[in-house]
């Protein structure tokens, strides 16, 4: 097989895994992903990052068609989280490199992941650059885009961010870069990324985005650990889109979700969603037995509504919608307008935590609950597409404000 060519003396040496629908143990991931580690070659050749420990054999397999690994002078290693540092241990064993270049904090996070002990581990900050011969790589410290640790690398010769988990996205295909892909496909999976992984860290993104603005930072291709390579009108569209992310300003959808046990819940997030399509407002429902948070969680990265729905069960909501709401929380969506709704026997505890759950999360709510004893009435289905026609209208005035 030949090498896998990026750029001039750029190669990929990572891992395809269209088999990896599981992302990390949290999130879905249908398309697949990639973990893809890189190579300059070089006065000084570099190895930047590798890929999870069971995708090894691969790595290995794509490094030794591309070059001799004892011909490795220098690692970087972006981040430690083990989709990119598993491989670690097995490549410094295979490459025995001069130096393994990591972050401050990677360098502690390092030792709380390994025994580095005889490790030729160098922390470098941003603005600390290292010269290869032809190519420099310059540092750039990206704390939080994911973790603590997180770097990235520019090599202004080439006009390259090497972005590490930053601009990634979870799609294993035989194609190496975005603009040999459906637009359509390659877009939504960089925004299921984001929406899932990056989302809560949207200040640091905003900061990051400024940071590589800074003169002499040219840049015309990003090559991330998963995904696709971006090139071309893909390296600024890219930069925009994470602006548009981070920003978070409202959209014009909405999205109905609920659980539902004897159908009654269902019957009222029905009616809400013919209230939001009556005031002009595209709605998806989403019956969350059926959708993973993850995959929710994206369509809420389109919507400027949310509204919930849950039976009263056991005094709270169901365990899914509680799953799901847990979910949304710790990804810190803003700028959302939120409903509450739902179906009760004697109790009714079910309505009232979600409009805690909404508050918790800063969502205006400008429409008191529905809730329903055992079945809705006409009259209650009323109130339900009414919560709908406000949703929207309310929906229409934040637009107009934030225009
Ligand atoms: Fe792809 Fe935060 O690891």
Redo the contacts with the bound molecule.
């Keep these: 097989m030949l090498p896998v060519k990026i750029s001039d003396d750029f190669f990929w040496v990572g891992s395809v895994n269209f088999d990896c629908v599981d992302f990390?143990g949290y999130s879905r991931s249908p398309r697949g992903t990639t973990?893809n580690a890189y190579v300059l070659k070089d006065k000084k050749n570099v190895l930047f990052d590798t890929v999870k420990q069971e995708h090894m054999p691969d790595m290995v397999h794509y490094l030794k068609n591309t070059i001799n690994p004892e011909d490795i002078d220098y690692f970087v290693i972006h981040?430690t989280?083990l989709?990119?540092s598993g491989g670690l241990e097995e490549m410094l064993r295979l490459c025995r490199p001069e130096k393994v270049f990591c972050s401050p904090m990677g360098y502690k996070s390092l030792e709380k992941h390994f025994d580095v002990s005889g490790w030729p581990l160098q922390a470098v900050k941003t603005g600390e650059s290292i010269n290869c011969g032809k190519n420099t790589i310059r540092f750039i410290e990206a704390p939080m885009l994911?973790?603590p640790d997180?770097m990235v690398s520019h090599i202004p010769e080439k006009k390259l961010l090497i972005s590490?988990?930053i601009f990634?996205q979870n799609y294993a295909t035989m194609e190496r870069f975005a603009d040999q892909v459906s637009p359509e496909i390659w877009e939504h999976t960089l925004r299921e990324y984001y929406h899932n992984?990056i989302l809560p860290y949207s200040g640091q993104v905003l900061k990051f985005l400024d940071a590589i603005r800074a003169p002499g930072m040219d840049i015309a291709m990003i090559a991330p650990?998963?995904g696709l390579v971006m090139r071309g009108e893909h390296a600024p569209r890219v930069l925009d889109l994470y602006r548009q992310y981070a920003e978070q300003k409202p959209k014009r959808r909405g999205l109905v979700v609920y659980d539902t046990m004897w159908h009654s819940t269902e019957k009222m997030a029905a009616c809400i969603a013919a209230g939001l399509c009556e005031s002009g407002v595209p709605s998806r429902i989403m019956p969350v037995k059926n959708f993973h948070p993850s995959l929710i969680m994206t369509e809420l990265s389109q919507c400027g509504i949310l509204a919930v729905g849950s039976p009263t069960h056991n005094n709270t909501v169901l365990q899914a919608v509680a799953g799901l709401l847990t979910y949304i929380k710790g990804l810190r969506p803003k700028n959302r307008l939120g409903a509450a709704f739902g179906s009760f026997g004697w109790s009714g505890e079910g309505a009232k935590d979600i409009v805690a759950w909404l508050e918790s999360m800063k969502f205006e709510q400008p429409v008191p609950a529905v809730s329903c004893q055992y079945r809705p009435s006409a009259d209650i289905l009323e109130q339900c597409r009414g919560m709908g026609q406000a949703l929207g209208r309310r929906l229409d005035e934040v637009l107009a404000g934030s225009d």
Excluded: L, V
Aim: glycine share 6%.
């Design positions: 990390h973990h981040h989280e989709d990119h994911h973790w997180s590490n988990d990634g992984i650990d998963h």
